[in-house]
């Protein structure tokens, strides 16, 4: 049974898409079986991962029973990586996935979806709304991208009781995995400034030790719709979001989280 992990965040802009997609990528390079949701019903992962070329179902048509989620799913090449786009191509789709989540299908569907592979990357909506807090509710762990702006570490402490709270009420079994300073701009005095005060004041491992630089060949990835690691020249930043695959392993490790990989299970290079 693999971990259900939800990228979210208070505001928008903060890299989730851009870290479900390139985390997922890293994760299914280190041998695991990845498959990240697009659950923002904007639609904005389609885009990235180049998905709408492919495929216009997904989740809303799984919802509505227009198809099995084993036919929403796109894999990639070599089956280690699989996408689920939102599905919503017209407006009356975001509602399908909307009432889903009121009654409670989405985080079943989602749940399905951890017994088929190693990690479920969930790229949800900015926000703590009715839709997050339904995916929240079926998640084992969240990922927080922040940016290291005051606007953003402010926004943190709200996000955190949120999940708090859906943790106390209805899902014990929810973890703050982490959060993960994106797009840092490291020749800015004031982000230095306030990295060291928040990350350096946060309770210990809140943060990840990696850090995502601020790097314009991101943006180029999504125009090209493709993680950053197949584009040539991407060294520094796919190495990054490798580096934060590894970190994430590790705390699995240390934490004891779910053993989403035994090393029995781990499969032959060839
Ligand atoms: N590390 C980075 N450096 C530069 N640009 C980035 C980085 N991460 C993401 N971006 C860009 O910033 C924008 C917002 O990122 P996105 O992942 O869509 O955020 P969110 O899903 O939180 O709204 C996108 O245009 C994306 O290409
Ligand atoms: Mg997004």
């Given at each position: 049974?693999?971990?259900?992990?939800?990228?979210?965040?208070?505001?928008?802009?903060?890299?989730?898409?851009?870290?479900?997609l390139?985390?997922?990528?890293?994760?299914?390079?280190?041998?695991?079986?990845?498959?990240v949701?697009?659950?923002?019903?904007?639609?904005?992962l389609g885009i990235a991962s180049n998905l709408?070329?492919?495929?216009?179902?997904?989740?809303?048509?799984?919802?509505?029973?227009?198809?099995?989620?084993?036919?929403?799913?796109?894999?990639?090449?070599?089956?280690?990586?699989?996408m689920?786009?939102?599905?919503?191509?017209?407006?009356?789709?975001?509602?399908?996935?909307?009432?889903?989540?009121?009654?409670?299908?989405?985080?079943?569907?989602?749940?399905?979806?951890?017994?088929?592979?190693?990690?479920?990357?969930?790229?949800?909506?900015?926000?703590?709304?009715?839709?997050?807090?339904?995916?929240?509710?079926?998640?084992?762990?969240?990922?927080?991208?922040?940016?290291?702006?005051?606007?953003?570490?402010?926004?943190?402490?709200?996000?955190?009781?949120?999940?708090?709270?859906?943790?106390?009420?209805?899902?014990?079994?929810?973890?703050?995995?982490?959060?993960?300073?994106?797009?840092?701009?490291?020749?800015?005095?004031?982000?230095?400034?306030?990295?060291?005060?928040?990350?350096?004041?946060?309770?210990?491992?809140?943060?990840?030790?990696?850090?995502?630089?601020?790097?314009?060949?991101?943006?180029?990835?999504?125009?090209?719709a493709v993680?950053?690691?197949?584009?040539?020249?991407?060294?520094?930043?796919?190495?990054?979001?490798?580096?934060?695959?590894?970190?994430?392993?590790?705390?699995?490790?240390?934490?004891?989280?779910?053993?989403?990989?035994?090393?029995?299970?781990?499969?032959?290079?060839?």
């Amino acid at each position: 049974m693999g971990r259900v992990i939800l990228v979210g965040s208070q505001k928008g802009g903060v890299g989730k898409t851009t870290t479900a997609l390139n985390l997922g990528y890293s994760l299914s390079r280190l041998g695991s079986h990845v498959i990240v949701v697009d659950a923002d019903p904007q639609g904005s992962l389609g885009i990235a991962s180049n998905l709408s070329r492919k495929t216009t179902t997904g989740f809303a048509q799984v919802l509505s029973g227009e198809c099995l989620l084993g036919e929403a799913l796109t894999r990639s090449r070599d089956e280690s990586l699989a996408m689920l786009g939102s599905g919503v191509n017209e407006a009356d789709h975001a509602m399908v996935i909307e009432d889903a989540a009121r009654d409670g299908r989405l985080g079943a569907e989602m749940r399905r979806l951890a017994e088929a592979s190693h990690y479920v990357l969930v790229d949800a909506p900015a926000g703590v709304g009715s839709l997050v807090r339904a995916l929240l509710e079926a998640a084992d762990g969240v990922l927080i991208p922040v940016r290291c702006q005051n606007l953003y570490l402010k926004s943190l402490p709200a996000f955190l009781r949120l999940v708090q709270k859906v943790k106390e009420s209805r899902n014990p079994s929810l973890e703050i995995d982490g959060a993960v300073v994106t797009l840092r701009d490291e020749r800015s005095a004031s982000e230095t400034a306030l990295y060291s005060e928040f990350v350096g004041g946060a309770p210990e491992a809140l943060f990840f030790k990696t850090v995502i630089r601020h790097d314009e060949i991101f943006e180029k990835a999504s125009q090209k719709a493709v993680p950053v690691a197949m584009l040539p020249g991407a060294a520094a930043a796919a190495r990054a979001y490798l580096d934060l695959a590894l970190e994430y392993r590790e705390r699995e490790a240390e934490r004891g989280w779910g053993a989403s990989e035994e090393e029995d299970d781990v499969q032959g290079l060839f």
